[in-house]
């Protein structure tokens, strides 16, 4: 397995653009996670899907982020517009626990490190 | 929420010291996780800990939960300079959560 891959790698727009990051997660996984991760304020989930649900976006910072989970081999995380503040690497993960009573073990994508000017 | 304390923040050894990094729990954790995240990567899953009082070893990293489930350790034997990296705690309370990381150096 090729594990979760994320494109882009890296992403430069400037302040007011949209930006689509996207995921593609481990085959057969249930979970789909979307973390950011900056110096300031570490590793944050954002977002989680379940079965292409989203069961909890209570750390999705503003309006400004979306994600949809069309399909189970397909995730997108949208900032729109943009602002530097959201300069950060974001990482896509995926989990092949089905409860969350105990989660089994997150793999991580290589992540998008997105620079907005 | 639970809030998960993890000490220190960086640690900078020669190599063939030892290293501990500790999580330390307000709450009881049903169970914790460890990732490494090399710098310019990402996290990578180490191991879980389930039991009170459970201790784990890979090679020179050893985990151990504590007996209440509160905290939680990682210790690396004689450091080598591929242990570079940070080092995460992971628990779950309504989804996984993060610790703040140690970021461990290496020199020679």
């Known amino acids: 397995d090729a594990g979760v891959i994320q494109s882009p790698r890296h992403e430069v727009t400037e302040m007011g653009q949209e930006v689509t990051l996207r995921c593609k997660p481990i085959?057969?996984?249930?979970?789909l996670f979307w973390y950011r991760q900056t110096m300031m304020r570490g590793l944050e989930l954002l977002i989680y899907?379940?079965?292409?649900?989203?069961?909890?976006d209570s750390g999705m910072p503003e309006d400004r982020f979306s994600a949809k989970m069309p399909n189970a081999s397909f995730s997108t995380l949208k900032i729109q517009p943009s602002e530097p503040r959201d300069s950060a690497v974001y990482f896509c993960?995926?989990?092949?626990?089905?409860?969350?009573?105990?989660?089994?073990?997150?793999?991580f994508g290589p992540g998008t490190r997105l620079t907005v000017l | 929420g639970q809030q998960v304390m993890q000490i220190p923040q960086y640690q900078h050894v020669q190599e063939g010291e030892d290293f501990t990094t500790y999580c330390n729990s307000s709450t009881t954790l049903s169970n914790i996780q460890w990732y490494k995240q090399r710098p310019g990567g990402h996290p990578v899953f180490l191991i879980q800990?389930?039991?009170?009082?459970e201790v784990k070893k890979q090679k020179r990293l050893t985990f151990q939960f504590g007996e209440a489930k509160k905290n939680s350790s990682l210790h690396i034997t004689a450091t080598q300079t591929t242990d570079v990296g940070t080092y995460f705690c992971a628990f779950p309370e309504s989804k996984l959560t993060f610790g703040t990381g140690t970021r461990l150096q290496v020199t020679l």
């Open positions: 993960a995926s989990s092949g626990r089905d409860s969350i009573s105990s989660y089994n073990e997150q793999f």
């Open positions: 899907f379940n079965n292409n649900v989203p069961i909890d």
């Open positions: 800990l389930v039991k009170s009082g």
């Open positions: 085959s057969g996984h249930d979970y």
